[in-house]
């Protein structure tokens, strides 16, 4: 059984933990702020461990995106 | 290395005074797959021709580690005692981000094997060693200063243009294993693409000779305090002679960076002294590519000339010995007319996906250590702040994952398990080595090492069949354990230690159906 990437609303205080992951960048330079995202996500894709979520979450995030 | 004689002496050949003769296989090339080719080749019984334009083994050193499975094909070739006396034997590496230790590894997983993960031996030496062992063969033919201006081939055979001291001539073979390195005229003259990447980068190598009484581990630091690129590698050699790379970056200028007068300062303050001697500097830009298929007809690829890779593998030389591992045992059978010729297809069918696997692996280390672009850059920064305190980040850290050898899952050689395993090499892996009870020093693996096809039976009965190499094991022993085997369980390898089929009970019609599989001649 591989699991499903949950995309119903699974966050906490939504409005604050985004409030807080901007919070996060607050005087950073592009730069840094790209390194950080890098950290990021990487702490979290370990957290989540498994690959075909992992692997659902990037096609999640590249079909979403509208530019 | 400087020496005022050639070491390789020209001799004319018989084609010089008019003789012609079509040779059984030639192999043009006398590096460290040549040779290796050249010297299989013998021990089943088939004389070669080898042409190189050298004069002299390689300058400098380029390779310097060997794995484990290049040393068991070395030990079968009769070179492997002599690399491994003289090579430096090593299992473990470490790496740094800064001065700060993050991650170790040890890449030989249990004891008792008879060969070491890895030994670092300059690749001067291996080619010594593999040239003294030809010598010896009455097969090989070694023409040294004999350089290949253009090849040709044809449906039955090859020709080749070379040039000599003497004037050219024309050889003619059966076969070619075409060994002539990176810059194939081979490749060239068949007009073959030969695709993939190159990295916008420069690496300065040098190696140096320094009395030092550090163990011989592999140290990779990211981000070094003792110098502004991003990353260096040091490690021992044999005659106290270390390997140091430098990755400079693209900008660099290879003609300024090699002089001494910049190598030695760069050095001094990684070192924090200047009690040491340059042995040898390049600098290198390093590329990922193969070509599309490795045997063209009567003419067959092998080492660099089919696929080159990034060093941080240590996959290219070893990887060539694999080729011509896999190559020899089937030419000579089809030579000898006891495998039909398709069986020469299986080498592109086994070798093609252990080439891509090193090209995945090196393409990989080197994306880490070169990133490509600036969000890569940004993740492999972020890779290695987190390896300071994060265990699993560590092992993201990539600094070139070492060669192993490869298994010939998919091959059509294999006669699949009918019996259940749950562990031991399956069908197309290399054997694993065991220590075996009956006395010290005999070694599983050298049972393997007749260069024919060898039944491996675990128990005290021996069934046997006709032309089959025999090996009874006990079955209480490390070597069952390794081969999850029970008395009556049964191996049987190919000429190059790969297993061809198992089963749990001796069957004399499934042995004799998986050797004609493993031959082609089903
Ligand atoms: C810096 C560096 C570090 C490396 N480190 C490692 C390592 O640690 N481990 C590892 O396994 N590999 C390593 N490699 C790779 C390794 O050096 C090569 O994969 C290996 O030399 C390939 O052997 P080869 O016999 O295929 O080709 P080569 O060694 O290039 O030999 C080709 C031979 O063909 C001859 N030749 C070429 N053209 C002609 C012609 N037209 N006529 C006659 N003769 C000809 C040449 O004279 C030469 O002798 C390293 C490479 C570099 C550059």
Not at chain 2, 373 to 384: I, P, T
Not at chain 2, 454 to 468: C, Q, R, Y
Request: negative net charge.
């Amino acid at each position: 059984m591989t699991g499903e990437l949950r995309t119903r609303l699974g966050i906490d205080a939504p409005d604050d933990f985004y409030e807080a992951l901007i919070e996060a960048h607050a005087g950073l330079s592009e730069d840094e702020s790209m390194r950080l995202n890098a950290r990021l996500i990487l702490l979290l894709a370990n957290h989540v461990g498994e690959r075909a979520i992992l692997d659902q979450a990037i096609a999640a995030a590249k079909a979403a995106d509208r530019s | 290395m400087s020496q005022s004689q050639p070491t390789f002496v020209f001799r004319r050949s018989p084609e010089l005074d008019g003789q012609t003769t079509r040779h059984p296989v030639i192999v043009l090339g006398a590096g460290p797959v040549g040779l290796a080719a050249a010297v299989d080749l013998a021990l089943h019984d088939i004389s070669c021709v080898v042409i190189d334009s050298r004069s002299d083994v390689s300058e400098g050193s380029r390779a310097i580690c060997w794995a484990k499975r290049s040393l068991e094909i070395c030990d079968r070739l009769g070179t492997g005692d002599a690399l491994v006396e003289k090579g430096v034997t090593w299992n473990e590496g470490e790496i740094f981000v800064g001065d700060e230790l993050i991650y170790s590894f040890n890449l030989l997983p249990e004891p008792d094997h008879k060969r070491p993960a890895f030994i670092n031996l300059q690749q001067f030496f291996f080619e010594q060693q593999m040239v003294a062992r030809a010598t010896e063969l009455a097969a090989i033919d070694l023409r040294w200063q004999h350089s290949a201006r253009d090849v040709r081939s044809f449906d039955d055979h090859v020709e080749i243009q070379v040039d000599t001291p003497d004037g050219p001539y024309t050889l003619e073979g059966d076969w070619l294993i075409a060994c002539d390195g990176v810059r194939s005229q081979t490749r060239e003259s068949l007009g073959l693409d030969f695709e993939g990447r190159v990295f916008q980068d420069r690496f300065l190598i040098a190696d140096i000779r320094m009395k030092e009484d550090f163990p011989a581990i592999r140290r990779f630091w990211f981000s070094p305090t003792f110098f502004d690129g991003q990353s260096t590698l040091m490690h021992k050699q044999a005659d106290d002679v270390w390997r140091i790379d430098f990755q400079l970056g693209w900008d660099a200028d290879p003609d300024e960076e090699r002089k001494a007068e910049r190598v030695i300062p760069r050095i001094e303050r990684m070192l924090g002294h200047g009690d040491f001697e340059i042995v040898w500097t390049s600098v290198y830009t390093f590329t990922c590519r193969r070509l599309a298929r490795l045997r063209h007809g009567c003419v067959f690829f092998a080492g660099d000339s089919a696929h080159v890779v990034s060093p941080f593998g240590a996959r290219g030389g070893n990887s060539g010995l694999q080729d011509t591992d896999n190559l020899a045992w089937k030419l000579a059978s089809v030579i000898r007319g006891d495998a039909p010729e398709r069986l020469l297809d299986s080498y592109d069918a086994e070798r093609i996906p252990a080439t891509d696997e090193n090209l995945l692996n090196s393409t990989r280390s080197t994306d880490f250590m070169t990133p490509k672009s600036k969000v890569s850059g940004a993740f492999r920064d972020a890779v290695l702040d987190l390896a300071r305190d994060h265990e699993f980040a560590r092992r993201l850290v990539n600094s070139g994952r070492l060669s192993v050898p490869a298994r010939y899952s998919d091959s059509p050689l294999n006669t699949p398990d009918a019996d259940t395993f749950k562990d031991g090499p399956p069908p197309g892996a290399p054997a694993i080595d065991a220590p075996l009870q009956s006395n010290a020093g005999d070694w599983l693996i050298d049972h393997l090492a007749d260069n024919a096809f060898t039944l491996v039976h675990f128990g005290t009965d021996a069934p046997s069949i006709d032309g089959l190499n025999l090996v009874l094991i006990d079955a209480t022993g490390l070597a069952s354990d390794r081969y999850d085997a029970r008395p009556g369980t049964c191996y049987l390898f190919r000429p190059d230690q790969h297993v061809a089929a198992r089963w749990r009970h001796f069957n004399a019609d499934a042995v004799t159906e998986a050797w004609n599989r493993a031959c082609a001649r089903l």
